[in-house]
C-alpha cells in the first residue's frame, strides 16, 4: 500500500465522519452539506441563500462544532460598521501611566466566520469582508494583521424580503466559491427535524475533525491531477457562458448579459476535484460527472441576466441546465 493510498483512505474516512456528524444533527440537505464541506475543504466561501428558518445557521455552527474550528457570528445589519468587523485601535492606559492604543480584533478573527443577512448591511460594510475573503488579512491603519489558518466565510442571505437590502456587488459575489441555494425539506424530513427539535435531547456535533486535518485534506485535494480532456471541458464551458462568443448556446445569448469570470473555472476545477474524493474512488480521476455536480453551485451567482432575462424570469440555474446540455451536445459530436 502506498503513501498516497494511505492518506487517499485518511481523507476518506475522515470525510465521511462530518457528513455523518453534520448530518445526525441537520436533517436532509444532503447537497447543502456535500457543497459547503467542499468549500471548507478548498479553503474558500460560500454563500447559502434561502428563506429564514431552514437551517443555514444550525448548518454552519453544526460544522463549526464537528470541525472543532473557532466560531463568530456576525448580524448584517444597517446601522453596522465596518470597524464592527475588522476591530478597532483602542486606547488604554499602561502601567507606567502613559496612555497607548491597542488594537481589538473584530469578530473576523476567527477560523469560521457566519456572516447572517450579509446583504443587510451597507456597501461600505461589505467591502470590510473583502480584504479577508481574498487576503485572509485585515488592514487597520498601517498595519496588516493576519488571519489564522484556515479562514471561512460562509455568508447568508434572505432571497424574499429585499426592503431595505443591499445586493452583493458583483466583484464581492465572485469571491464565493458557490453560491448554494437552500431549498424548504420534503415531508419525511419535515417529520424528523420535528421529532428532534420539540424534545429535551437536541442533538449536537461530536468533534471528528480539527484545522490541522482541513488544511491537510485540502492540500491533497489541490494535488489531485485532472484529465487534459477535462480541462478543456471546463475552458469550453466557462467560455459559452459568454454570450458574444461563437460558441454561446441560442439561451446564453438571449438571456446573459455577463459570463463567468476564470474564477468559475477554478471553482469549477477545485469543486470536482473534492468532489472525486468525497465519492471516495479507489483510482482518483475527476470526471465530467464531477464537473456537472458542481457546475450549478459554481456558475449560478457568476452570470448576470439583462433585462430580458430578468424581465422573463429566466433563473441562473435555467442557463446552467442549458450550458450542460450543449455541452453534452458538443461532446457527442466529437
Known amino acids: 500500500m502506498t503513501v498516497e493510498r494511505m492518506k487517499l483512505e485518511e481523507f476518506s474516512r475522515i470525510a465521511q465522519a462530518i457528513e455523518a456528524e453534520v448530518s445526525r444533527v441537520i436533517v436532509g ?10 468549500c471548507i475543504l478548498a479553503g474558500r466561501h460560500a454563500l447559502l441563500e434561502g428563506v429564514p428558518g431552514l437551517g443555514k445557521t444550525q448548518l454552519i455552527r453544526t460544522l463549526a462544532d464537528a470541525l472543532d474550528l473557532e466560531f463568530s457570528r456576525i448580524q448584517f445589519t444597517p446601522d453596522l460598521m465596518p470597524s464592527d468587523i475588522t476591530g478597532t485601535n483602542i486606547m488604554e492606559e ?4 502613559h496612555k497607548a492604543f491597542r488594537f481589538q480584533q473584530g ?3 476567527a477560523n469560521l466566520l457566519l456572516a447572517d443577512e450579509i446583504n443587510r448591511a451597507t456597501p461600505k460594510t461589505q467591502s470590510a469582508l473583502l480584504e479577508a475573503m481574498q487576503e485572509s488579512t485585515v488592514t487597520v491603519g498601517r498595519t496588516v494583521y493576519p488571519l489564522k489558518a484556515p479562514f471561512f466565510v460562509l455568508a447568508t442571505q434572505n ?14 459575489l465572485d469571491r464565493f466559491m458557490f453560491k448554494i441555494n437552500v431549498d424548504y425539506p420534503n415531508i419525511d424530513d419535515l417529520v424528523t427535524i420535528i421529532d428532534r427539535t420539540t424534545g429535551s435531547d437536541v442533538p449536537r456535533a461530536d468533534k471528528v475533525a480539527d484545522g490541522v ?14 484529465p487534459t480532456h477535462v480541462s478543456r471541458y ?30 468559475g473555472a477554478q471553482a469549477l476545477i477545485i469543486g470536482a476535484k473534492i468532489n472525486a474524493l468525497l465519492e471516495g474512488r479507489d483510482r482518483v480521476n475527476v470526471s465530467f460527472e464531477d464537473i456537472e455536480a458542481v457546475a450549478p453551485s459554481a456558475l449560478r451567482h457568476r452570470l448576470l441576466l439583462n433585462f430580458e432575462g430578468l424581465a422573463e424570469g429566466v433563473s441562473t440555474d435555467d442557463i446552467v441546465r442549458d450550458l450542460l446540455r450543449h455541452m453534452d451536445q458538443v461532446k457527442a459530436r466529437r
Open 29 to 38: 440537505q444532503k447537497n447543502v452539506i456535500r457543497d459547503v464541506i467542499i
Open 94 to 97: 499602561m502601567e507606567s501611566g
Open 107 to 109: 469578530p473576523v478573527f
Open 159 to 172: 432571497p424574499l424580503e429585499m426592503e431595505g437590502t443591499y445586493p452583493l456587488p458583483e466583484a464581492q
Open 213 to 226: 486535518n482541513v488544511v491537510e485534506m485540502g492540500r491533497l485535494a489541490i494535488d489531485t491531477p485532472v
Open 234 to 263: 471546463v475552458a469550453e464551458l466557462i467560455v459559452a457562458t459568454h454570450p458574444q462568443h461563437p460558441s454561446a448556446p441560442a439561451m446564453v445569448r438571449q438571456f446573459v448579459q455577463v459570463g463567468s469570470s476564470p474564477r
